[in-house]
């Protein structure tokens, strides 16, 4: 069973750095994209960037390059996106979604993980 | 980059039918897959319709999905709706590189 499974909730003060992770299992992590999605309070989907950890070839939203750094660590299955310098505004949900290929349906999500980040 | 646009909300009767649209700012909708996500809330999204036509397996039959060149756009048809059909359904596409995700449409089901 393909299963992607995000870190849990994280509570931080604004200028903390922050590392979120996505375990994948069930398939060949290192065949399928995975990409990160963030979700703010009461608002819709924008996709941050993704990352194919085959080749850690590694693309960005315009919105997001340089705000934040996806990774993947193929050895341990398990995609990373973090943080630097968290603002209040990064308070958000963020997913993980597996894509077969560029272009693709997102077609397994993570469970998301809630980011509060208040002073 | 383009920008995919939704109406922001449509409701609609239970065993009726709707349509969710999706215009497509600049560029073909036709240059790349469309793909549709129902989003209940306090869960993540799952796909509805990908590639512009296409059901999941364990999607049922009454969700069906095009694109018309002429506007532009992707639609979502829902028939038969149920109570439970009741979410938020997102278009998403991909240009140069970039995933782009449309506004969200909340469907309301009374």
């Known amino acids: 069973e393909v299963q992607l499974v995000q870190s849990g909730a994280e509570v931080k003060k604004p200028g903390e750095s922050l590392k979120i992770s996505c375990k994948g299992s069930?398939?060949?992590?290192?065949?399928?994209?995975i990409g990160w999605v963030r979700q703010m309070p009461g608002k819709g989907l924008e996709w941050m960037g993704i990352?194919?950890?085959?080749?850690?070839?590694?693309r960005y939203s315009p919105s997001f390059q340089g705000q934040v750094t996806i990774s993947a660590d193929k050895s341990i299955s398990t995609a990373y996106l973090q943080w630097s310098s968290l603002k209040a505004s990064d308070t958000a949900m963020y997913y993980c979604?597996?894509?077969?290929?560029?272009?693709?349906?997102?077609?397994?999500w993570g469970q998301g993980t809630l980011v509060t980040v208040s002073s | 980059n383009f920008m995919l646009t939704q109406p922001h909300s449509v409701s609609e009767s239970p065993g009726k039918t709707v349509t969710i649209s999706c215009t497509r700012s600049s560029g073909s909708i036709a240059s790349n897959y469309v793909q549709w996500y129902q989003q209940r809330p306090g869960s993540a999204p799952t796909t509805v319709i990908y590639?512009?036509?296409?059901?999941p397996s364990g999607v049922p039959d009454r969700f069906s999905g095009s694109i018309d060149s002429s506007s532009n756009s992707a639609s979502l048809t829902i028939s038969g709706l149920k109570t439970e059909d009741e979410a938020d359904y997102y278009c998403q596409s991909y240009d140069s590189s970039n995933v782009v995700f449309g506004g969200g449409t909340k469907l309301t089901v009374l």
């Open positions: 590639e512009d036509n296409q059901r």
């Open positions: 069930g398939y060949s992590f290192t065949s399928y994209w």
């Open positions: 979604a597996r894509e077969v290929a560029l272009g693709e349906d997102f077609d397994y």
């Open positions: 990352i194919y950890p085959g080749d850690s070839d590694t």
